[in-house]
């Protein structure tokens, strides 16, 4: 059961944890809406799937921020109890580490739960989505620059677009003028109506168009043929080279990944299965490396807990590269390792006694 002191550290820590999370996330927004509407600035995207974008990025960020907000939100919160005595009180009053990680553990346990969810569905799903749309707003975007009564080149010059104007809803082109050279003739094509189709697998964009007519010939002579169809299909981008065969793992839904063999899968499946255990090193560690002497300030021990989180990630992303080389078993040496650092701390900050009875914490 929690006790008072119990439910006044969590609540301090949740109003600190929620506060944190919403700087590191804006920070996360701001960057990535810079990125975006740079590319909707350049035509590469319509500046309405900008927010879109925004919004599942910032989704799947989320099991890196939440494990680095809540380790600041506890650092924080201990860093205040010191400087205002409290916490000394507390020790006074009989209160040992083992009782003072109990709301914290509490926290821990429900953010694991969370990174879980996130780390195995939420993060791959909107990696997922995000490219998927990516690649759908790039067609659109294709489109929106072939505007009515302009013409447009494409495939490196050799092919010019007109069209006359738009279809109903944004739904491509009508009246639509196409000619492209090739090994010394020249194909022109009329036809009715027109869109751009992008091909998400392999980049590829295509012109696709009904009801018109192809003249194909060689210019200054007479033998021009001329073709009626119902449909057409003129590529205006060839397929990008070498970056479709191989699929994005951190894309593939945990399942998926389950079905993959090799190293690489095998590195990417233990990288997510690896996040939930983040939050708990990371909460061990905390209590021995927040322990300060009263007075010193909320922020003494910010700069030793930030280098122990960037030492902490790196580790965990070289041991995933080991594992994906094959150099490697597993990463789960990296979380083993943290939770020996924490003991350490623990046993060197308090000792086996005093973790139990709360004796003698203010050294």
Same mark, same amino acid.
């Given at each position: 059961?929690?006790?008072?002191?119990?439910?006044?550290?969590?609540?301090?820590?949740?109003?600190?944890?929620?506060?944190?999370?919403?700087?590191?996330?804006?920070?996360?927004?701001?960057?990535?809406?810079?990125?975006?509407?740079?590319?909707?600035?350049?035509?590469?995207?319509?500046?309405?799937?900008?927010?879109?974008?925004?919004?599942?990025?910032? #989704?799947?960020?989320?099991?890196?921020?939440?494990?680095?907000?809540?380790?600041?939100?506890?650092?924080?919160?201990?860093?205040?109890?010191? *400087?205002?005595?409290?916490?000394?009180?507390?020790?006074?009053?009989?209160?040992?580490?083992?009782?003072?990680?109990?709301?914290?553990?509490?926290?821990?346990?429900?953010?694991?739960?969370?990174?879980?969810?996130?780390? #195995?569905?939420?993060?791959?799903?909107?990696?997922?989505?995000?490219?998927?749309?990516?690649?759908?707003?790039r067609a659109?975007?294709?489109?929106?620059?072939?505007?009515?009564?302009?013409?447009?080149?494409?495939?490196?010059?050799?092919?010019?677009?007109?069209?006359?104007?738009?279809?109903?809803?944004?739904?491509?082109?009508?009246?639509?003028?196409?000619?492209?050279?090739?090994?010394?003739? /020249?194909?022109?094509?009329?036809?009715?109506?027109?869109?751009?189709?992008?091909?998400?697998?392999?980049?590829?964009?295509?012109?696709?168009?009904?009801?018109?007519?192809?003249?194909?010939?060689?210019?200054?002579?007479?033998?021009?043929?001329?073709?009626?169809?119902?449909?057409?299909?003129?590529?205006?981008?060839?397929?990008?080279?070498?970056?479709?065969?191989?699929?994005?793992?951190?894309? #593939?839904?945990?399942?998926?990944?389950?079905?993959?063999?090799?190293?690489?899968?095998?590195?990417?499946?233990?990288?997510?299965?690896?996040?939930?255990?983040?939050?708990?090193?990371?909460?061990?560690?905390?209590?021995?490396?927040?322990?300060?002497?009263?007075?010193?300030?909320?922020?003494? *021990?910010?700069?030793?807990?930030?280098?122990?989180f960037i030492?902490?990630?790196?580790?965990?992303?070289?041991?995933?590269?080991?594992?994906?080389?094959?150099?490697?078993?597993?990463?789960?040496?990296?979380?083993?390792?943290?939770?020996?650092?924490?003991?350490?701390?623990?046993?060197?900050q308090y000792?086996?006694?005093?973790?139990? /009875?709360?004796?003698?914490?203010?050294?």
């Amino acid at each position: 059961m929690f006790g008072v002191f119990d439910r006044y550290v969590a609540r301090q820590t949740l109003v600190v944890w929620a506060g944190v999370t919403a700087v590191l996330v804006a920070i996360v927004v701001v960057n990535r809406f810079a990125v975006y509407l740079g590319q909707a600035a350049a035509g590469e995207i319509p500046g309405a799937e900008t927010f879109v974008l925004l919004g599942l990025s910032v #989704l799947s960020l989320l099991e890196v921020v939440i494990p680095v907000s809540l380790f600041l939100a506890v650092m924080l919160t201990l860093g205040r109890l010191y *400087r205002d005595s409290e916490a000394t009180v507390a020790w006074a009053c009989g209160l040992t580490p083992a009782r003072l990680y109990r709301p914290f553990a509490v926290l821990a346990v429900a953010a694991a739960i969370l990174l879980a969810v996130l780390a #195995l569905y939420v993060s791959p799903w909107a990696k997922s989505t995000v490219h998927r749309i990516s690649m759908q707003a790039r067609a659109t975007a294709q489109v929106s620059v072939m505007l009515p009564g302009r013409f447009k080149t494409f495939a490196d010059g050799r092919g010019v677009f007109y069209a006359g104007g738009s279809a109903a809803k944004g739904q491509g082109f009508t009246d639509v003028f196409s000619a492209l050279r090739s090994g010394g003739q /020249t194909a022109a094509i009329v036809a009715r109506r027109g869109r751009v189709v992008l091909t998400p697998s392999t980049g590829e964009r295509h012109l696709k168009l009904d009801d018109g007519l192809r003249y194909a010939g060689t210019p200054g002579r007479l033998d021009w043929t001329v073709t009626r169809f119902s449909g057409a299909d003129l590529v205006l981008q060839p397929p990008q080279v070498g970056g479709t065969s191989k699929p994005d793992l951190d894309r #593939l839904s945990t399942a998926a990944l389950f079905a993959q063999e090799g190293d690489d899968a095998r590195a990417a499946l233990a990288w997510r299965v690896a996040q939930p255990f983040t939050v708990l090193v990371l909460i061990l560690i905390a209590l021995p490396l927040a322990h300060t002497r009263p007075r010193r300030g909320r922020y003494a *021990r910010l700069v030793p807990a930030i280098l122990f989180f960037i030492v902490y990630f790196n580790l965990l992303g070289i041991a995933r590269v080991w594992v994906a080389d094959g150099n490697l078993p597993t990463l789960a040496w990296v979380p083993a390792l943290g939770f020996a650092a924490g003991l350490v701390l623990l046993w060197r900050q308090y000792g086996r006694r005093r973790i139990l /009875t709360g004796a003698r914490h203010d050294r």
